[in-house]
């Protein structure tokens, strides 16, 4: 129960967060959304390890800083092959092994692949494996390899 009580209360603060509304209706409404959330994901209680947590927050801002550098120079790319009618747009699909353990770890594999421009995760296979639309398959292929490895190690150090 408790760890349901959490992810409510965590969820509620980031609604409010994002809103910057702290009215009573507007935490009501954060209230809500925790609920459906929890009511969704079922989470599983696991002990919270306070020992842990600076490792699991340095991490986390690595990965923050890390997507968000890889959203900025993507987005870049796909302006530059927007904007420039001489570069040619290659656009195709690929399979990316997903290699995680967990569904988490698989969704927001998924999550950092789909924010990025110019590469969207259009399904994802039973064995975990994203096939991923891209703009350009060539640029693509050549730095899926090291940015799923560099993802699959940032998130495996924050979730396990």
């Known amino acids: 129960m ?27 409404v954060g209230v809500i959304i925790g609920i459906s959330i929890a009511v969704v994901l079922r989470p ?25 550098i890889d959203i900025i120079r993507n987005g870049i790319r796909v302006a530059r092959i927007v904007l420039d009618p001489k570069l040619p747009i290659r656009p195709g699909i690929i399979a990316v092994p997903s290699s995680m353990k967990t569904e988490l770890g698989v969704a927001l594999n998924a999550h950092a692949i789909t924010v990025t421009p110019g590469e969207q ?9 994203l096939y991923v639309h891209c703009l350009d398959v060539d640029s693509s292929l050549a730095g899926m390899e090291h940015a799923q490895r560099l993802r699959k190690e940032m998130l495996s150090r924050i979730f396990e």
Request: contains cysteine.
């Open 121 to 129: 995760v259009v399904e994802i296979g039973e064995d975990g494996t």
């Open 44 to 68: 599983k209680p696991e002990p919270l390890s306070l020992s842990r947590l600076p490792f699991v927050l340095i991490n986390l801002a690595r990965y923050v800083v890390w997507l968000s």
């Open 2 to 28: 408790l760890v349901y009580v959490r992810l409510v209360l965590l969820c509620a603060l980031v609604y409010l967060a994002l809103t910057a509304n702290v009215e009573l209706s507007n935490i009501g």
